[in-house]
């Protein structure tokens, strides 16, 4: 049939709401089907139980026409207070970064990126992108000096 990795992401796409549901129709179930089940189940377990923790109610999002429109206006600021924090932070770190020797800049990189890949692994996608801006940020002062 289909690979693992587009059945998780047809899946993923198709239970986005949260009343959503993904119903899979073959003749017989592949191995590839089993394990992108498997896979929707674990983010799933791992996605009630962070929710239930955190107090959240999983709700669909409902954004007018006319917001969507003005995020793609041309110089509208499109990335979200959040973002923001994760560059301010990055811009502080510029400071501490700037006094460190190449070899103490070569394992801050490292750990950088051994965290990054972490993240990325554990689904916790914004927390990647924060490391990651700060891997960036780090490897250009790196190639400056």
Same mark, same amino acid.
């Given at each position: ?6 059945? #998780?992401?047809? #899946? ?11 119903? #899979? ?28 923790? $955190? ?6 999002? /409902? ?30 770190? #510029? ?23 972490? $993240? ?11 490391? /990651? ?13």
């Amino acid at each position: 049939m289909r690979l693992e990795g587009s059945l #998780i992401q047809t #899946i993923g796409r198709a239970v986005r709401n949260a009343n959503g549901k993904a119903v #899979i129709y073959a003749d017989k179930i592949t191995g590839s089907m089993e394990r992108a089940i498997g896979e929707t189940e674990r983010r799933r377990a791992k996605q009630v139980a962070f929710n239930a923790e $955190h107090g959240i109610t999983p709700r669909t999002i /409902r954004t007018a026409v006319a917001d969507i429109l003005e995020g793609a206006a041309p110089g509208a600021a499109t990335w979200s207070r959040g973002r923001a924090r994760d560059y301010a932070k990055v811009a502080e770190a #510029i400071a501490e970064y700037a006094n460190l020797t190449p070899a103490q800049m070569v394992r801050k990189l490292k750990a950088l990126e051994k965290e990054m890949y972490r $993240h990325a692994k554990d689904l916790e996608l914004e927390k990647g992108a924060a490391v /990651r801006d700060e891997f960036r940020v780090l490897q250009g002062l790196g190639t400056a000096a």
